[in-house]
């Protein structure tokens, strides 16, 4: 098997060992034995975050009932025993990544923090104004926004491979892309969104030729395929622990040790320090000038667990299991009628995360739908925004594979996601919430009423967001004197915000002001009282509105019950006070 990234290709361990028992590995696992709803749990939103097993849910234990002290500073046994602990850690993460020294490693939170530390620490001192940052249209939020901080911070400016209809980097585009201009070029190894892998060791390569550093975006990579920093040729490499089987709050960062000694520290304060004076301290060498503060030291630990843990097994194993499952994947979910994946074509070697789009159903509907059948899927735009935007989509959902998953939890999926699929029926997606309520779902989200604008200088319009999944919408409301004349909506939600939306029109269009500010504070009761108190018949003058009351059972639903009412409660202020635009999103409020 040709392994991505340049690296050479390696006999399989499997090809050398008796093979491996999957079943074995994945009893280690001890969360993915239960079930969901009455049915075994099938855990495919590793690309979020990866399952422990034991040996690291005991090393955590066995630290925190043997070892407990702070590093670096104590003389007793206890922080003898905590530092050599943590300090292994860091040496085996070293070995993992096959780094010139465990100095290269800096513990950080994870991808995001590692990837900030850079921006924060080598940017400023090496960016100037008309210097070029270089990224990919396929980037992670935590490996974009950063950017753009920097970006505005020092005055460079930033540029973006753009990836082709392949959904892979546009290679033949890199030289235009990749000019004297750049300074530092960003990019991860596997997308979380598409599953495409690129090409790190050809990518560092180019742009040692332009003299730009390099930052590897690992998340999606480091706990699935062999990683030689020395041999990909980066500069800087983050990865987060909690995505390969370690603890959350926990990751690293690669760097080559001539770069981490030219930059300064981020973090000011204990350990990171060689002397302070009242007026000016000196700092220690790399990688401790990086780690100011106590460390999150089981975390560490936790993650050196990690590392054997996935040594033992192999990554060129895990890597190969890898392609098995998503092939089989890809193959399989091939056949629903209306599903269309996003990322390299079967066939094509790929990380182990498919996103997809089923008819024109919204992800958010076909997760929670998956959920009630035990099928923990991903749905939204998984940070990546601008490339949704780019593919013209809002969401997609994603299944995500790791080693402990099988081919007959693939082959349940597709059973899950089939009958959905056929027709795109909306009543498929709706919450078990009785028949009335799919007959009013079903009814509103497939022909909402009061769908459109309305034109007119005295009407208020207020875009809103609801940034988890996606959904977003447009309200404008014509407000009279002391009432809502008219109301209509555009936008593209799941099937919840879309009927909440439509009823909601219907239901304050010619009320009072007053009247409409208690509607809505009753169907905010209605929606986002405790699960655990049963919806009820609910107050009669909500009407059909009632039928939302069963969304509370599903806490993140609340948000798109709520997202068109956030948006009328915002056109009430923006009347009040004279305005004719607003912005409103779900982040914001209460629910
Ligand atoms: C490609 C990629 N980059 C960065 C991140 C951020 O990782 P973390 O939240 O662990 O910092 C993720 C998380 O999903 C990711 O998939």
């Known amino acids: ?27 280690d696992f001890p969360i993915l034995d239960q079930q969901i ?81 850079v921006a924060q620490t080598w940017g400023p001192k090496f960016l100037r104004p008309g210097d070029v940052i270089l990224a990919t249209e396929m980037e992670h939020h935590s490996n974009l926004v950063p950017w753009q901080l920097l970006a505005e911070r020092t005055g460079a400016s930033l540029r973006f491979l753009p990836i082709n209809g392949r959904h892979e980097l546009d290679l ?24 495409t892998i690129n090409p790190v060791a050809e990518l560092c390569a180019a742009a040692r030729k332009v003299g730009a550093v390099t930052l590897v975006d690992a ?26 089987c370690g603890p959350t709050g926990i990751g690293a960062l690669y760097g080559r040790k001539a770069i981490l000694e030219t ?58 299991h890898d392609a098995e499952l998503t092939q089989y994947a890809l193959k399989r979910l091939g056949s629903i009628p209306g599903l269309r994946v996003l990322g390299p074509p079967l066939g094509t070697p790929r990380g182990a995360v498919i996103s997809f789009v089923l008819g024109d159903a919204h992800a958010h509907d076909v997760v929670t739908m998956a959920d009630e059948h035990g099928l923990a899927l991903r749905g939204g735009h998984h940070c990546t925004q601008p490339l949704m935007r780019k593919l013209g989509l809002v969401s997609t959902a994603r299944a995500s594979f790791y080693f402990y998953n099988t081919l007959a939890e693939i082959d349940r999926m597709v059973e899950i996601l089939t009958p959905s699929a056929q027709g795109a029926n909306t009543a498929a997606f709706s919450l078990p919430l009785g028949e009335l309520y799919d007959m009013v779902v079903s009814d509103h989200s497939r022909r909402p009423r009061n769908f459109g604008e309305l034109p007119g200088d005295a009407v208020v319009h207020v875009h809103g967001d609801n940034p988890s999944c996606g959904d977003t919408l447009d309200l404008h409301v014509q407000f009279g004197p002391e009432t809502v004349e008219n109301l209509k909506f555009t936008g593209s939600g799941c099937t919840v915000c879309m009927t909440s939306a439509s009823l909601m029109t219907l239901k304050l269009k010619g009320k009072p002001r007053a009247e409409a500010a208690r509607l809505l504070h ?19 003058e909500l009407g059909d509105l009632n039928v939302l009351g069963g969304v509370r059972k599903f806490p993140q639903r609340v948000k798109c019950a709520m997202l068109a009412w956030r948006a009328f409660e915002q056109a009430l202020q923006e009347a009040d006070s004279g305005e004719s635009e607003g912005n409103v999103s779900t982040e914001d409020a209460k629910s």
Not at 522 to 540: C, I, K, M, T, Y
């Open 522 to 540: 009753l169907f905010h009761d209605q929606v986002s009282a405790p699960a655990s108190v049963e919806a009820g018949p609910g107050p009669r």
């Open 219 to 244: 998340a999606q990579s480091a706990g699935h395929l062999p990683i030689d920093v020395q041999a990909l040729g980066c500069d800087f490499l983050a990865l987060s622990g909690h995505k390969m």
């Open 37 to 117: 709803k009455s049915q075994p749990l099938i855990y495919f939103d590793n690309a979020a975050t990866s399952q422990k097993p034991r040996a690291v849910i005991e090393t955590l234990r066995h630290y925190y009932e043997r070892d407990n002290s702070n590093v670096h500073r104590g003389m007793h046994a206890l922080s003898a025993r905590a530092t050599a602990a943590y300090e292994a850690a860091r040496g085996k993460l070293a070995r993992y990544l096959n780094a010139a020294s465990a100095e290269e490693i800096v513990f950080t939170r994870g991808t995001t923090e590692s990837i900030n530390l």
């Open 172 to 195: 033949a585009r890199l030289d235009e892309f990749l000019t004297q201009e750049v300074k530092l070029f960003a990019f991860n190894q596997i997308s979380n969104a598409l599953g």
């Open 263 to 320: 930059m300064p520290p981020w973090q000011g304060g204990g350990e990171m320090i060689e002397s302070v004076r009242y007026e000016k301290s000196t700092w220690k060498q790399p990688p401790y000038r990086f780690e100011a503060g106590t460390p999150n030291i089981a975390g560490a630990i936790g993650l050196g667990a990690a590392v054997d843990y996935i040594e033992a097994i192999g990554r060129e194993a895990i890597w190969e």
């Open 1 to 27: 098997m040709r392994l991505p990234g340049g690296q050479a290709e390696k006999t399989l361990i499997s090809a050398m060992n008796p093979p491996l028992s999957w079943e074995h590995i994945r009893a």
